[in-house]
């Protein structure tokens, strides 16, 4: 039975709960958190001794594993910390909020033989496996890549969200995952552009996320694309849709489903699955229980250069101009 250790215990936080109270390998020991009204929400439905100071925390339990969950600008010292302990850490991401503390910490980590896997959901999920059978002989051309949520419509997050110092925004915060998927199907970027407008509301005190935005973006290896994102959609979509030269594959990546079109039919895919973060956990646990992480499929230093695509595209939007990687 492994021993797990919860570090931030807030929304994300949740669904890695959910999976671990299912699983009978795993048992909640410990969670930790600064906000006495969450870490005893979470105890409440989970169990687990309660702490408030991650020291202590790791100081009286023996873990095997850590999930942490903390904001991006409160990463660097737990993973350092459970690094030292040889404690395998899932790490939520981005890694960091600022591209240098995560080279940083990306240096030690290393030295440390660290094993972490960062939480990039889409890399682990079946359909994206399927994804890459289907057009592994065919030659993708552009790419389109649209998130749309309605958190600036309905306000149900906590204030600070709609800080983009403390969030980071609809970019770092959300379509960082999307980034990160590209590079795993296609390789790095080099250049983006960007726009953005909020017709809603207006950036003041206390709310200064972008509302819409709209980028452009060119591959190392030619391949051009779009990334449009929303907090004013009717709902919570997130499709990629990809040109090839012999097929157009549109990804629903909420739904899990994948359409290929050859021109004279279309075939649907939806492999099982059982939501987003399963698959992501359960790969976690493999390579943790046979100590093997060579088909890691999110490293921490693969992490730090998707962070650094996310900051690039985020300082397009800021300055209007092009960033070049």
């Known amino acids: 039975m492994m021993r797990a250790g919860i570090i931030g215990t807030g929304n994300i936080a949740g669904v890695h709960l959910r999976f671990l109270k299912e699983r009978r390998d795993v048992r909640i020991v410990a969670l930790c958190d600064i906000k006495p009204e969450a870490l005893a929400r979470r105890q409440a439905e989970y169990g687990g001794r309660g702490y408030a100071d991650l020291h202590e925390m790791l100081a009286r339990e023996e873990l095997d594993v850590v999930w942490l969950c903390t904001p991006p600008d409160v990463r660097r010292a737990p993973l350092l910390d459970c690094a030292q302990r040889g404690i395998p850490v899932m790490c939520e991401k981005p890694v960091a909020r600022r591209?240098?503390?995560?080279r940083a910490s990306a240096h030690v980590l290393a030295k440390a033989k660290a094993r972490i896997q960062?939480?990039?959901?889409?890399r682990s999920l079946p359909i994206v496996a399927r994804l890459r059978a289907?057009?592994?002989?065919?030659?993708?051309?552009?790419?389109?890549?649209f998130y749309g949520c309605p958190m600036s419509r309905e306000r149900t997050m906590p204030a600070w969200f709609f800080d983009k110092v403390l969030s980071g925004g609809a970019l770092i915060d959300q379509a960082t995952h999307n980034f990160d998927l590209l590079r795993f199907l296609f390789g790095d970027m080099h250049e983006v552009r960007g726009l953005a407008h909020n017709p809603a509301t207006a950036k003041h005190k206390g709310y200064t996320i972008d509302e819409t935005i709209a980028l452009c973006m060119r591959f190392n290896n030619g391949?051009?694309?779009?990334h449009t994102h929303t907090w004013l959609a009717d709902g919570w979509?997130?499709?990629?849709?990809?040109s090839g030269e012999k097929r157009l594959y549109r990804l629903d990546l909420g739904r899990q489903v994948l359409w290929v079109d050859d021109g004279r039919r279309v075939r649907q895919h939806a492999p099982k699955h059982r939501g987003l973060y399963y698959h992501e956990n359960a790969v976690f646990l493999q390579q943790l229980r046979r100590d093997d992480w060579r088909a890691n499929p999110s490293t921490f230093a693969d992490a730090v250069r998707s962070l650094e695509l996310t900051l690039a595209c985020d300082r397009a939007?800021?300055?209007g101009r092009t960033v070049r990687l």
């Open 99 to 102: 591209a240098a503390d995560a």
């Open 317 to 319: 939007v800021e300055t």
């Open 237 to 242: 979509r997130n499709e990629i849709v990809l």
């Open 134 to 145: 289907c057009m592994a002989d065919d030659v993708i051309r552009t790419v389109q890549s």
């Open 118 to 122: 960062v939480g990039y959901v889409f």
């Open 223 to 226: 391949i051009v694309g779009t």
